[in-house]
């Protein structure tokens, strides 16, 4: 027979508080910098880029958040595009409508691989859904765009396997 223990927060004999427990049964640490949660995504559609204008939207989801304001969110991310796009143009990562150009790709004027990698850290945001937004936009804007295909495959390049994008949300005790 399971035993249950009902309790609302988790001391150490000398008063301090390590944890809550909230009413949906969420163990919420009080410690700065105390992991709460990691949500990883990922995406292996391939997709044409827009090649027109000076901005766009490389991938958008929603993300469920689970802390409120006493939470900071830190995503990490790793796109892998393909062909030639523009050498500059601004990278960014978008969290609940904060922006953080923080992304960068490596660019060379072929056909091959150009891998995007960044991070960003977003503060206050409330709990519940936040849309998450990485993307580009020029500041002169000039026509321009990272790159060709977001996650190549063998339509590509025959030497392909179909490649994955991803992202990594890190939910941390402010």
Known sequence: MASIIGV??????NGTTAATI????IIKPTASGAVMAIRHYSNSTRTAMSQTGSSGTIWSFTDTKVGG?????????NII??????????????????????AAFQYE?????KPMTGSMKATG???????VTIGWDAANSAT???????NPNSTDDARNHQFVSTVTVYEVIA
């Open 8 to 13: 609302e927060t988790l001391q150490h004999t």
């Open 22 to 25: 909230d009413s949906s049964g």
């Open 69 to 77: 304001t006493e939470t900071d969110i830190i995503v990490q991310i």
């Open 81 to 102: 595009g393909k062909d030639d796009g523009s050498g500059t143009v601004g990278t960014y990562i978008e969290y609940g409508g904060s922006r953080s150009y923080s």
């Open 109 to 113: 004027s072929s056909a091959y691989l």
């Open 125 to 131: 945001k409330a709990s519940g859904s936040q849309t």
């Open 144 to 150: 321009t765009f990272p790159f060709v295909i977001l």
